[in-house]
């Protein structure tokens, strides 16, 4: 492994005898389990045993499902991914995850870059400079006009571009891997609608990182759409951006309650750790219903400490493998179905061991 601007893996490349791609139900019947526990296996779900797990890997690999593989020699791709920067526990998580792709990928030379994704002018010229440098580029990024200029001049040059967790519209992009952002604000309002007393009116509030970011947008249309459709007792009576930010989420929460009265909090974004400090130190954790994003070590003890009643969860280990291969494909010119990985939601009674 190689460390320069972020971090580097060399992955060794495997030989296999076809390039076409491996479909679940093929996996299954030549590990000799069912499509399910396939698929529990590749999405890294608990309820496998280890050895079904190596087994069941070990075909997918030989079988060819983590993507194409080309001869020999042949030159490793060189992958730049982008990733903001800052306390954001769940994105340093899947930067973890990046460096640690190993064993399903092969010929990828990694790095990742970790930046103030705010100082578009930074941003800009990053994406720039790697002209020349990079065969495929992954990112997370804000939807703004001299984002959407640099990543086409950038993919204009022959640089593939995937998005990742956010997408950005009229790019040109292989593909965009990550949740269905308006589906996982619409499950946040079903959840904060059913636990909610429905006889009574209620006002709520939602905590964005930054609505320049797509999936953050989506979010927060999902979520109105479902309490106008389905909860007309539930008023969302404020919007707040902290930037990812736990001190201004914390600033903000300890605000927001001193001038209303307030049944429940959506948190798109971060910022999880500086709205639940608020919310005991207001001794409200009991009371106010916390829904969340993203399973990370604050998140698992919010929730045992009943501070957060639900996390709406994706998988960094998930989604850096996906986009790695999508990207790798299309380097070698295949093309790669988008990946809109499951939404799984989790309380304080179903945590799962990792």
């Not at 890294?44 to 079988?63: C, E, F, N, Y």
Request: charged share 25%.
């Amino acid at each position: 492994m190689n460390l320069y601007d972020g971090y580097g893996l060399h992955i060794k490349k495997h030989h296999m005898d076809s390039v076409m791609r491996t479909t679940i139900s093929q996996i299954a019947v030549e590990s000799g389990v069912s499509v399910a526990t396939v698929d529990r296996v590749l999405n890294h779900r608990p309820g496998v045993s280890q050895r079904t797990h190596d087994t069941v890997m070990k075909i997918a690999q030989r079988l060819g499902y983590f993507g194409p593989v080309s001869g020999v020699g042949s030159a490793r791709v060189k992958m730049d991914f982008i990733l903001p920067k800052g306390a954001n526990s769940f994105m340093r998580s899947l930067s973890r995850q990046l460096v640690d792709v190993q064993g399903s990928r092969v010929d990828c030379d990694i790095t990742v870059h970790q930046i103030d994704v705010y100082d578009l002018p930074g941003l800009s010229q990053l994406l720039l400079d790697m002209r020349g440098r990079t065969d495929a580029v992954g990112l997370v990024a804000l939807d703004r006009p001299e984002i959407r200029e640099s990543v086409n001049t950038l993919a204009n040059t022959g640089v593939k571009i995937a998005t990742l967790l956010t997408d950005i519209h009229g790019i040109r992009k292989v593909g965009y891997v990550g949740i269905d952002n308006r589906a996982a604000g619409r499950l946040a309002g079903h959840l904060l609608g059913k636990f909610l007393w429905k006889q009574q009116k209620h006002n709520v509030v939602l905590f964005a990182g930054s609505m320049a970011y797509r999936g953050h947008e989506e979010r927060e249309m999902g979520f109105r759409s479902i309490l106008t459709e389905e909860y007309p007792n539930i008023t969302l009576s404020c919007t707040a951006e902290v930037g990812d930010d736990r001190d201004l989420a914390y600033e903000k929460t300890i605000s927001l309650f001193k001038e209303s009265q307030i049944a429940g909090i959506y948190s798109s974004g971060a910022g999880n750790q500086g709205i639940g400090r608020a919310l005991q130190e207001l001794g409200r954790q009991n009371d106010v219903i916390f829904i969340g994003h993203d399973l990370t070590e604050a998140s698992r003890l919010m929730l045992i400490n009943r501070t957060l009643d639900a996390v709406i969860d994706q998988n960094a280990k998930v989604q850096a493998r996906e986009v790695v291969k999508m990207l790798k494909s299309a380097v070698s010119e295949i093309a790669e179905a988008e990946f809109l990985p499951s939404i799984q939601v989790i309380f304080r009674e179903n945590i799962p061991n990792e």
